[in-house]
């Protein structure tokens, strides 16, 4: 989570710095177009881009392919009918885990901060509050109510739906008549644009990100423009800029700031600046076509590219579908991949809550699930019929096992959640796809009635013969293997028939059990000798993922 905060506050950071160069190009233009360049940078730390990106892989026009899992591929000799059923310890660097929960103590640090600053924003609003209760009518013409307030606070827009013009008592006796316009036409061009409710939405902003001192900053730049929109909007309508000016010094000598940016008055931002501008009575000048064009240019970059990265990485696990589409991997690829496999992880740092993204089941084979779990700092991964076994992080995104040469990479989304995982043993790279705590419970329903029915799946029985004769034969045919099983069988082609050379001429092939693996077992009886048999249900497509047998002594 910090990570990601981190990455959303930089990518937000950097928005800014894009909206400043833009507002030095705009220095000459009206007020009012810097204050919205201003508030979509102020917008933008409530808006992530990975939320465009995330739309843009579910607008995107092409459809990700399904995700074919990959069958776990056990070899045809050695002892491992299931991923890891056979303990193969390996070197394992040991990283201290930290007791110290940083996160959670961050977490309660940025709450204590949110609280403080909404209580202090409260306390400022009760007391604004009871100045408009206590306040009276005044027959003022204006769009919205005007009430007298006997505080000394400055004339202000009170209110974000049901705005109130708040004025102190008296002040129209210290203010002439022209200098009383000036300060209403002020105030109703707050009320036009909407800046209370503009500037209540920054205030948020400014209370989830309290810790970042660029928030408040950018609320500084938006009172100042906001102002000097208005001063601006004023001079526009042919007000004397000396009675203006003179009318916001009298303001600013008898009654004291508004004390909310939500409420908006008359006295805000840099008051000797604001004179200058008054008296310069200087006209803004319009947007060009050139700056048009640069401005909505901007505009379409910022939300295309976020759009376009979701929609070209639509649905990350496509990667995983590829990948389980690929034919199998030649012997030199396997004996790469496998002595990279064996090679001594060491633990790396990992936020325990990132394993959250990870947490849930995967779909290796039909019928074998992999269930992710964390219980506090601690990681484990159990396959359909073996036990849970406890799993280390080697980076963000992989995993391994120290009983086994093996290990877990998971594919996620641009949220970061899981997709699906990949598993890395035996030389092989076999791909498994997300699936819910329905389908899981289902699949685990479907297998316990398997084992009480005590059948044998069709077809399995069938190919145990034609393999056992294609082995005589010389003549191995792995047209109906996995990908991933054919190139482990390939890979023991020599070993696996060797030994059924040994064992002379088939003879008999009778049905044992179903396994708590939710393999078939057969008990295959040559002229020399008795094997035992572990074979997968056949897949959707008609192929084995999973083949093992050895001798019986």
């Not at 991933?484 to 092939?509: E, T, Y």
């Amino acid at each position: 989570m910090i990570v990601a905060v981190l990455d959303h506050i930089w990518q937000s950071t950097l928005f800014a710095a894009c909206v400043g160069l833009l507002t030095l190009v705009l220095h000459n233009n009206g007020a009012r177009t810097r204050y919205w360049l201003w508030f979509a940078a102020s917008l933008k730390f409530l808006v992530p881009f990975s939320v465009l990106i995330l739309l843009g892989s579910a607008v995107a026009p092409v459809q990700a392919p399904s995700i074919i899992a990959e069958p776990s591929a056990t070899v045809v000799v050695r002892q491992i009918a299931l991923p890891f059923s056979h303990a193969v310890p390996i070197s394992v660097v040991p990283t201290p885990v930290p007791q110290w929960d940083w996160a959670a103590a961050l977490l309660v640090v940025w709450a204590l901060g949110f609280v403080l600053v909404l209580a202090m924003w409260g306390i400022r609003f009760f007391k604004l509050a009871s100045a408009v209760g206590s306040a009276a009518d005044l027959p003022l013409k204006a769009p919205v109510p005007v009430k007298a307030s006997p505080s000394f606070l400055e004339p202000g827009l009170v209110g974000i739906f049901r705005p109130v013009l708040l004025l102190p008592e008296g002040i129209l006796t210290r203010l002439s008549a022209q200098e009383m316009n000036g300060i209403m036409a002020h105030e109703l061009c707050h009320l036009r644009n909407r800046d209370n409710l503009t500037a209540a939405i920054h205030m948020l902003i400014e209370a989830v990100f309290w810790f970042y001192p660029l928030t408040w900053w950018l609320g500084a730049r938006l009172i100042a423009e906001r102002e000097r929109a208005c001063d601006e909007a004023v001079m526009e309508c042919g007000s004397d800029p000396e009675v203006y000016a003179e009318g916001i010094l009298k303001v600013c000598k008898f009654y004291i700031h508004s004390p909310l940016a939500c409420a908006a008055g008359i006295s805000g931002a840099d008051l000797k600046k604001r004179m200058e501008t008054i008296m310069m009575n200087k006209i803004a000048t319009r947007l060009n076509t050139a700056k048009k064009f640069l401005l909505g240019t901007t505009a379409f970059v910022v939300v295309a590219l976020p759009l376009a990265a979701g929609m070209i990485a639509v649905r990350p696990a496509a990667a995983l579908a590829q990948n389980a589409t690929q034919p199998a991997p030649t012997p030199d690829v396997i004996a790469r991949r496998l002595a990279e496999q064996q090679q001594p992880r060491k633990i790396a740092p990992f936020d325990p809550k990132l394993f959250d993204n990870y947490a849930g089941y995967y779909e290796l084979s039909p019928g074998a699930v992999f269930i992710l779990t964390r219980d506090g700092n601690h990681y484990f991964a159990q396959l359909t019929g073996q036990p849970k076994i406890e799993i280390y992080p080697e980076s963000g995104t992989k995993f391994f096992y120290t009983v086994v040469a093996a290990q877990l990479s998971f594919v996620t989304d641009a949220q970061g959640k899981a997709t699906g995982l990949v598993l890395h043993q035996n030389g092989l790279e076999q791909p498994a796809k997300r699936i819910s705590e329905t389908e899981a419970k289902a699949l685990e329903a479907a297998l316990q009635q398997r084992i009480m029915n005590n059948a044998p799946s069709p077809g399995t029985e069938a190919f145990i013969r034609h393999h056992i004769e294609a082995m005589e034969k010389g003549k191995p045919d792995y047209s109906g293997m996995t990908p991933a099983l054919a190139a482990a069988a390939r890979d023991q082609n020599a070993q696996a028939s060797q030994l059924i050379r040994k064992l002379g001429a088939f003879q008999s092939i009778k049905f044992v059990k179903v396994s708590p693996q939710g393999v078939d077992v057969y008990d295959v009886t040559f002229e020399h000798g008795q094997t035992e048999w572990y074979i997968s249900p056949l897949g959707p497509d008609g192929k084995v993922g999973r083949l093992f047998f050895r001798p019986i002594p």
